[in-house]
């Protein structure tokens, strides 16, 4: 069973709508939650880092929220563009030896339709 | 644009070979990080190092190696290559510190025939 699971797998939205993608993960303790854009292609671009201690973060028209307590984080995009379209990926930082260890979910595939 | 470059972007090989991917990290960045993302698997770290020494192992196969040289640069050997090593090799770069984002490149895609 992986660590970090992302709902839905995939998801299609008309251009100009809202959309939350989910993730729930199962590491612990964690040092912080990130949130990664990647387009067909390309690498990873990061959205967002949050430690254990905040709920929630802003990028733009991306909000990340983080509930420690259930171990759930949300991506929450406003206004959908076409350029959203993307994977976006959520990953859980684990602190070890002073350093970290990061590990990735699959990812959500998000299509913007116009 | 990441400030990360590798290079080549598209390699295709046969099985048993031998092949190097490298890395310029983005200036300032002193650690370099590899992961490897095969189709419809999430993101696998392979290898860190921070100014020329190996600071952490993941998955990475006996058959894989890494170093990063004094400009900072950074290649990854995959040798006796396999069918399912077929896959994008990424690379990313920071500051070094924990809980500072990672910046990727655009990565290598590896075809094994």
């Known amino acids: 069973k992986n660590q970090v699971e992302q709902s839905p797998q995939s998801l299609i939205i008309l251009e100009g709508k809202n959309c939350t993608l989910q993730c729930n993960y199962t590491v612990s303790p964690f040092s912080n939650l990130r949130w990664y854009k990647q387009d067909t292609g390309r690498g990873p671009v990061s959205l967002t880092i949050m430690t254990f201690s905040e709920n929630t973060k802003s990028n733009g028209r991306y909000t990340a929220t983080l509930d420690a307590d259930t171990k759930q984080s949300s991506l929450h995009i406003t206004a959908s563009q076409l350029s959203d379209s993307a994977s976006y990926i959520c990953?859980?930082?684990?602190?070890?030896?002073?350093?970290?260890?990061?590990?990735f979910g699959t990812g959500t595939r998000l299509t913007i339709i116009p | 644009d990441s400030g990360v470059t590798q290079t080549p972007k598209h390699l295709i090989t046969a099985t048993g070979q031998r092949v190097t991917l490298r890395c310029s990290p983005r200036s300032g960045d002193l650690s370099v990080y590899w992961y490897q993302q095969s189709l419809d698997q999430g993101l696998q770290f392979l290898i860190q190092?921070?100014?020329?020494?190996?600071?952490a192992k993941g998955n990475i196969l006996e058959r894989f190696s890494a170093q990063q040289f004094p400009d900072l640069h950074s290649e990854l050997n995959l040798s006796s290559l396999e069918l399912g090593d077929s896959a994008l090799y990424f690379c990313?770069?920071?500051?070094?510190?924990?809980?500072?984002?990672?910046?990727f490149g655009d990565g290598t895609r590896l075809s094994i025939l």
């Open positions: 990313a770069s920071s500051e070094g510190s924990p809980g500072q984002p990672q910046h």
């Open positions: 190092y921070y100014n020329g020494e190996e600071r």
């Open positions: 990953v859980v930082s684990l602190p070890h030896f002073g350093n970290e260890k990061l590990t």
